[in-house]
Structure formats: structure tokens, C-alpha cells
T-cell receptor
Framework: NAGVMQNPRHLVRRRGQEARLRCSPM?????VYWYRQLPEEGLKFMVY????????ESGMPKERFSAEFPKEGPSILRIQQVVRGDSAAYFC???????????????FGPGTRLTVL | SQQGEEDPQALSIQEGENATMNCSYK?????LQWYRQNSGRGLVHLIL?????REKHSGRLRVTLDTSKKSSSLLITASRAADTASYFC????????????FGTGTKLQVIP
């Protein structure tokens, strides 16, 4: 069973371009989470998605950032018109379905390191 | 501000010594987890302790939780060079879904 996969592992963009980060959850996992890690800092929650639904996007900037988790295919984190401050490592985690209120361990991908020139 | 704050921010020890890291948090939690992150890599889940537990062991790891003080500690015994990494605590609180909040991390260096 492959772990959480993210691609690309490294992404370089110029200011104003778009960045698309992909996350394929573990097999059988229907919950996906995106986190951002700035240099020398911990991970900050961005968004929590289930298949075709955004459950909580309270950690995501209101503008330029969007996320989706379609019925088929990977979850996508999209950053439009990137700025230097978007340079960070973006981690995706997945967990299996669970009962409401029940915790399930999140399994993390290796991350995508975005550099904005 | 961060829900979890690790202390110290950095720790350097000799191989074979024990390493202790602390984590403090602000709001009530359902459980607390510790993760390890090697430089430039993703996170590896180490251990989870529930709010009704006080101590948990896993191999060379020992985690304690004091909910009255809203703090946890991670002890790594007989450290090895391979333990060199950043260690994060993360809390999962009531709220009905799985939003995990991470601390800022302790950078551990184990010198061979």
C-alpha cells in the first residue's frame, strides 16, 4: 500500500504565475488535509476536504488559494498569482473515513517545496 | 499564536544521552501526538496519547501528558545519531472533525 504521494516534490514559479500541487491519498482514505510550513516553523492547517466537499478551509487565505478533491483523481491545491511569501513547503495528509468526532491518524506525504522567484 | 509550543527550540546532545522535549498547549484536547521530521522530509507519526492517559511508551520513546498543566513531554532514551530531526507536538481538540494543530518544533541534534 503506497503512502501519501505528492507531486511535484519541488516547484519553482515566478511571481504572478500559478502553482498546482497534487496529493494522492493512501488507498481507502477519503479525507485529505493540506498544511503549509514556512521555514523554521511548524505546520499550519490550511484546508480539510472529503471527496467532492470542502469541510473546513479556515486556514486558507481568502484570495488566490483554492483546493479541491474530486471524485476521481488527486486533491489539488492551487495558488494563483504567486508571491514570494507563498514560498514554503506544502504538506498533504490523508486519513480513512471515521465516525463523526472520532480521531483517525493522519498520514503525511513528503511535501512539495514551492519557491517563488 | 500557536496552540502548541515546544521547548526548547533546539537541543544538542551526545549519542547515548537522553533527550527531553516539552510541549505546552492552550485549549482542551482530545489527544496529543508527537511527530518527527527529518530535514527536508515529511512528518512521521511517533506516538499518540489520549487526554485520559498520563504516560505512554513506545520503544525508546516515553510520552507524558499533564492536562491540568496543559503540557506534554517526549523523552528519547539512549539517543542515536539517526534521532537527529525536528520534533513537533500536535493536538487534536473537540470540534467534531480532524483539525490538527502543530507546535513550532524542537530541533534535536545528536552528536555521534
Amino acid at each position: 500500500n503506497a503512502g501519501v504521494m505528492q507531486n511535484p516534490r519541488h516547484l519553482v514559479r515566478r511571481r504572478g504565475q500559478e502553482a498546482r500541487l497534487r496529493c494522492s491519498p493512501m488507498k481507502g482514505h477519503s479525507h485529505v488535509y493540506w498544511y503549509r510550513q514556512l521555514p523554521e516553523e511548524g505546520l499550519k492547517f490550511m484546508v480539510y476536504l472529503q471527496k467532492e466537499n470542502i469541510i473546513d478551509e479556515s486556514g486558507m487565505p481568502k484570495e488566490r488559494f483554492s483546493a479541491e478533491f474530486p471524485k476521481e483523481g488527486p486533491s489539488i491545491l492551487r495558488i494563483q498569482q504567486v508571491v514570494r511569501g507563498d514560498s514554503a513547503a506544502y504538506f498533504c495528509a490523508s486519513s480513512p473515513p471515521s465516525l463523526a468526532g472520532a480521531y483517525n491518524e493522519q498520514f503525511f506525504g513528503p511535501g512539495t517545496r514551492l519557491t517563488v522567484l | 499564536s500557536q496552540q502548541g509550543e515546544e521547548d526548547p527550540q533546539a537541543l544538542s546532545i551526545q549519542e547515548g544521552e537522553n533527550a527531553t522535549m516539552n510541549c505546552s498547549y492552550k485549549t482542551s484536547i482530545n489527544n496529543l501526538q508527537w511527530y518527527r521530521q527529518n530535514s527536508g522530509r515529511g512528518l512521521v507519526h511517533l506516538i499518540l496519547i489520549r487526554s485520559n492517559e498520563r504516560e505512554k511508551h513506545s520503544g525508546r520513546l516515553r510520552v507524558t501528558l499533564d492536562t491540568s498543566k496543559k503540557s506534554s513531554s517526549l523523552l528519547i532514551t539512549a539517543s542515536r545519531a539517526a534521532d537527529t530531526a525536528s520534533y513537533f507536538c500536535a493536538t487534536w481538540g473537540p470540534g467534531g472533525y480532524q483539525k490538527v494543530t502543530f507546535g513550532t518544533g524542537t530541533k534535536l541534534q545528536v552528536i555521534p
